[in-house]
């Protein structure tokens, strides 16, 4: 297959998915270089003393419509901003007396030690923020010991992400309509190394998002942003997500890889109960932050159901309005294995590349050690829900 031709319909089968195939032809050539690192200067480096301060500086570098794009939501963004005041009505109930010269962060998932419950959720064309992208990504995540999951849709495909980076990766999937696809998506995945598939089941079709797409669609018709995931195996007639899915897809992905399976987007009790009946190996709560459908619950306030509807036969992961250490506290403490991040790392990658994202794990293992600390939690086990209320 002609590798230019098939560049040209990944870029038409994206903008159709987002619904704005029609518009595009009307848009001039733009450049990446043209929209990052316009307005930053060295001596705005500071010190970071939280996740909020390298989102002010990916404001400036990154210009307004990385940012809408990043920051922005479904509709009028309320499900955005209930993820994150959620966490602001449960409150901490400390301990005293309790040794916490060590504390360890370590957590099990999939038969796995890993360092910290601290993941990084898959982000899409994270070129628009830094031109280094999934790559800067990837190899901060290996520097600080977190994992981190791969977007279907990444810039650079997850071989490319593992190769330069040496990062055992997770990968994301949405399901194409043509199982074919699906099918060498999921080869490509396990080529890279990825031992869990997450497979995103909120997405049947995308939300309404009014605020930040026209740059996004430029940089794709202008050629400079790719789906490399798909180079080279689209096919015409075949759609990026599949609005006809049913559950009868875990036992086809059972049959088409050997990857551990990992349902992100469920927010009820029903939909656990029926992950634990279809057999899949872990569940991310998650509203995709707020993206797909406006006016859900906030990803906190969902928790409590689907852990008590598990009681921990498989892991529990969460995602949606994490920006603090007792954020990720009290996400453990109501009964995730591990939580998400989205946006924080992504404001780290905007202001500064691979250091940027380093900055912002730092910022936040360091803020959740502290919090253990002041909770008297010297390690993950012991967070319970005994430690919070309110919620
Ligand atoms: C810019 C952006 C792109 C995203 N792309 C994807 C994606 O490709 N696949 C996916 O499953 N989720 C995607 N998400 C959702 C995230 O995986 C995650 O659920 C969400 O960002 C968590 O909320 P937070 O940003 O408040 O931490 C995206 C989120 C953002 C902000």
């Not at 990766?169 to 990825?194: D, I, S």
């Not at 740059?215 to 006809?244: A, F, H, Q, R």
């Amino acid at each position: 297959m002609d590798p230019f031709q098939n560049s040209d319909l990944q870029r038409r089968k994206f903008l159709e998915w987002i619904g704005l195939s029609g518009l595009a032809l009307a848009f001039p050539a733009i450049s990446l270089s043209g929209c990052q690192s316009s307005r930053f200067h060295e001596d705005e480096k500071q010190e970071f003393k939280n996740v909020f301060d390298l989102e002010g500086l990916s404001e400036k570098v990154m210009g307004k419509d990385a940012i809408d794009y990043l920051n922005g939501g479904a509709d009028d963004s309320k499900t955005v901003k209930a993820n994150v005041v959620a966490y602001q009505k449960i409150q901490i109930r400390a301990r005293r007396l309790i040794d916490v010269s060590t504390i360890s962060t370590k957590v099990e998932l999939f038969g796995q030690t890993y360092e910290t419950p601290i993941i990084l959720s898959p982000v899409g064309f994270q070129k628009f923020f830094h031109q280094d992208g999934e790559v800067a990504t990837a190899k901060a995540s290996v520097k600080k010991q977190h994992q981190m999951i791969v977007s279907s849709v990444s810039n650079y495909s997850v071989n490319e992400i593992a190769a330069q980076s040496q990062a055992d990766l997770w990968f994301q999937l949405y399901p194409t309509t043509n199982r074919e696809v699906t099918k060498k998506l999921l080869e490509r995945a396990e080529k890279a190394g990825c031992k869990v598939c997450v497979l995103t089941v909120d997405t049947p079709v995308i939300g309404n998002r009014e605020r930040g797409g026209t740059t996004l669609t430029k940089l794709i018709y202008s050629k400079e942003l790719k789906m490399g995931n798909y180079e080279g195996i689209l096919t015409e007639g075949t759609g990026i997500d599949d609005p006809g899915l049913t559950w009868e897809i875990i036992s086809w992905l059972r049959a088409n890889c050997d990857m551990k399976i990992v349902l992100k987007g469920i927010v009820t009790r029903e939909d656990a109960t029926l992950a634990l009946e279809y057999g899949v190996d872990g569940i991310i709560v998650s509203n995709h932050g707020g993206r797909q459908l406006e006016s859900l619950r906030s990803t906190i306030e969902c928790l409590p159901e689907i852990v008590e509807e598990i009681k921990g036969r498989i892991p529990v992961l969460i995602d949606g309005g994490i920006r603090r250490g007792t954020d990720i506290f009290k996400a453990l403490a109501i009964g995730a294995n591990a939580v998400c991040i989205g946006r924080p790392f992504c404001w780290g990658l905007g202001a500064l590349g691979q250091e940027g994202v380093e900055i912002a794990l730092d910022i936040l293992k360091a803020e959740l050690i502290r919090d253990m600390q002041l909770a008297g939690t010297p390690s993950i086990e012991k967070i319970t829900c005994d430690f919070v209320i309110g919620f």
